[in-house]
């Protein structure tokens, strides 16, 4: 039978409720093993692969889900086989609807991270990367990411209780609960269903509660995005006022943006002679990088846990009307390497605009030594820096 009837299920109903079951479990348990896989160069092809697929099945379930809707609005629901036990039955219809807003807040919450940031891994063919009107933002993904791990605990706690119902059912109670599922043999009979409002508002309920406290309670304290403001900041004869310090890289053939959101620069520059000295030192655990910044963290890349600070130091030329140069040396993860900086300085009324940038290569400093070509990361690296500063009476 292809249709449902009040006391079975029928074929497509029960083809959409265990594909969707298999495909969840299964992303549930690719979503734990990324989680718990340490990043490293020896890590990154599998990883690659765990997360495509992880992000496709996602979506499989997605596009299911979408079908398995407009087949339910045709088809009427096999009744309660026990509505006099009125608290199991609205345990059991709150549940139903708590994994139904699941399959799609944890699908949609997915596909927002990854159209939010650069993906670490692709969705494969044939759905898209992004969602329309989803800006890269680190902010966004970072409160999709909360969303989507607060909703993973919620559908597992549900998918659990789902299971230990069924169970029950099979073996205690030895009803036909299971089998209208499984096999779609019929039982029960009951001509109506209860009312389904107060198990569709406790569901309400419980989803609000988790997103909401996954956009609050358990939001970020802190996020960097773009070009941060910062503190005035004191210096030697100007005052930052505000400015970024970010850096390009390319990981897995897509350029990702990072930055710092703590330095301090000193700045000693004449504008009669446009000479000058700066001295920067940069908070490298303010790092941020996107999806792997606990990687770039580590002691592969920055090292944060054993070099926490950063230092560029050099003196200021002007070349040619507001093109300026720093030549000194960065000193990072330990190891002091030449760098040049190129900057276009504008002074107007005692105000400084500075935007600049150079090109450093990874390898100079040792690190990512575990990825020793450009398949996973790049070895160029493209720093931007922008700031605005007042001079000091």
């Known amino acids: 039978m292809i249709s449902n009837t009040t006391a079975s299920y029928g074929r497509v109903s029960r083809f959409f409720h265990w594909s969707i079951a298999l495909l969840v479990l299964a992303d549930i348990a690719l979503g734990l093993i990324g989680k718990f896989t340490p990043r490293s160069g020896d890590t990154v092809g599998f990883l690659q692969l765990l997360y495509s697929a992880h992000k496709t099945i996602g979506m499989t379930v997605l596009a299911l889900a979408m079908l398995r809707v407009i087949w339910a609005i045709s088809q009427q629901r096999p009744v309660p086989l026990h509505p006099e036990r009125r608290l199991e039955t609205f345990a059991a219809e709150t549940a139903h609807w708590v994994l139904y807003a699941a399959i799609f807040v944890l699908p949609l919450s997915g596909w927002v991270i990854h159209s939010a940031e650069v993906?670490?891994?692709?969705?494969?063919?044939?759905?898209?990367?992004?969602?329309?009107?989803?800006?890269?933002?680190e902010r966004l993904a970072g409160a999709a990411a909360n969303v989507h791990w607060i909703a993973g605990i919620v559908l597992a706690a549900m998918v659990a209780a789902h299971i230990g119902g069924a169970v029950k059912h099979a073996l205690i109670d030895r009803d036909g609960t299971l089998a209208r599922m499984w096999n779609g043999r019929a039982a029960g009979k009951a001509a109506?269903?209860?009312?389904?409002?107060?198990s569709v508002f406790a569901a309400?309920?419980?989803?609000?509660?988790?997103?909401?406290?996954?956009?609050?309670?358990?939001?970020?304290?802190?996020?960097?995005?773009?070009a941060s403001h910062l503190p005035a900041q004191q210096t030697?004869?100007?005052v930052v006022q505000e400015g970024s310090l970010s850096f390009t890289i390319t990981q897995m053939g897509a350029e990702v943006t990072g930055g710092f959101a703590n330095w301090q620069a000193d700045i000693d520059y004449d504008e009669v002679t446009g000479t000058g000295t700066v001295k920067t030192v940069i908070d490298t655990t303010s790092l941020t990088l996107g999806s792997?910044?606990?990687?770039?963290?580590?002691?592969?890349?920055?090292?944060?846990?054993?070099?926490?600070?950063?230092?560029?130091?050099?003196?200021?030329?002007?070349?040619?009307?507001?093109?300026h140069r720093a030549s000194g040396s960065l000193t990072l993860v330990g190891q002091r390497v030449p760098v040049t900086l190129d900057f276009d300085l504008e002074v107007t009324g005692g105000t400084a605009t500075v935007f600049g940038g150079t090109g450093l290569d990874r390898r100079d400093?040792?690190?990512?030594?575990?990825?020793?070509?450009?398949?996973?990361?790049?070895?160029?690296?493209?720093v931007q820096i922008e700031?605005?500063?007042t001079k000091t009476e």
């Open 119 to 137: 993906g670490f891994a692709p969705i494969w063919w044939p759905f898209p990367q992004s969602l329309p009107f989803i800006p890269k933002s």
């Open 192 to 198: 109506t269903h209860p009312g389904k409002g107060a």
């Open 204 to 226: 309400i309920g419980i989803w609000t509660f988790a997103i909401g406290g996954a956009l609050t309670v358990f939001a970020p304290a802190h996020i960097v995005e773009g």
């Open 236 to 238: 030697e004869g100007w």
């Open 292 to 323: 792997v910044t606990d990687q770039a963290k580590g002691p592969e890349f920055f090292d944060v846990a054993v070099h926490d600070t950063a230092v560029f130091q050099g003196d200021i030329v002007q070349i040619d009307g507001p093109t």
């Open 365 to 382: 400093f040792g690190m990512g030594a575990a990825y020793p070509d450009e398949s996973s990361v790049g070895f160029s690296v493209e």
């Open 387 to 389: 700031l605005v500063a």
